[in-house]
């Protein structure tokens, strides 16, 4: 148990709806980080916050959007999904200064009919 | 274009057999972490490595940095069943950005 909380495991949605996915990191870690892991692009680096701030932006859509809430838990929102959306979603926390040494969570599994 | 470059891309070994999982990149890393990841599971993290030239060791995993800090292997001894899973390479150009590597599955065969 990495300490990370994600929910829900399993969402089974349709084309152009919204989605929201939910994070708690490890108590204490500030950075919360969320990835997604498709088997043609390997793990892929969205977003980052760090105490309610945003730090880092990677490959995140526009149709994406992520917030991190005074109580540090963290939400990634997916809107007007496509077919290709569907994807595992992994958040993720660190320690500050070590933002390398990751913990992840269990992961959302999304699957867009 | 993958920041890190990951080979073999799949890899299946008798148990008991040793493998190698090399880690390239044309960039220089300031640290490297090695993950595993099983099915339906979260990558966790086996090791990270800072020094170049440095070597460390997990019971029967062996872990390497390169000189210059831009390429590390991961070598398993006597590899076991528990030892399938995939295997991911992740570095940072600086502190917020970590990029994976596209990972080598391994099998262990019994």
């Known amino acids: 148990d990495s300490g990370v909380t994600q929910t829900p495991k399993h969402l089974i949605t349709a084309t152009g709806q919204r989605v929201t996915l939910r994070c708690s990191p490890r108590s204490g870690d500030l950075s919360v980080y969320w990835y997604q892991q498709s088997l043609d692009q390997g793990l892929q680096f969205l977003i980052q916050y760090y105490n309610g701030e945003e730090r880092a932006k990677g490959n995140i859509l526009e149709r994406f959007s992520a917030q991190q809430f005074p109580d540090l838990h963290s939400e990634l929102n997916l809107s007007s999904l496509e077919l290709g959306d569907s994807a595992l979603y992994f958040c993720a926390s660190s320690v500050e200064g070590r933002a390398g040494e990751l913990f992840f969570g269990e992961g959302s599994r999304l699957t867009v009919l | 274009t993958q920041l890190l470059e990951q080979s073999p891309q799949f890899l299946s070994i008798q148990e008991g057999e040793n493998l190698t999982v090399y880690c390239n990149s044309s960039s220089v890393f300031s640290s490297l972490q090695w993950y595993r990841q099983e099915p339906g599971e979260g990558p966790v993290l086996l090791v990270t490595?800072?020094?170049?030239?440095e070597v460390k060791k997990l019971k029967r995993l062996t872990f390497q940095f390169g000189d210059a800090r831009k390429d590390s292997s991961l070598h398993i001894t006597a590899a076991q069943p528990g030892d399938t899973g995939l295997y991911l390479c992740a570095g940072g150009l600086n502190d917020y950005k970590l990029s994976f590597g596209a990972g080598t599955t391994v099998t262990v065969r019994a």
């Open positions: 490595v800072v020094t170049g030239g």
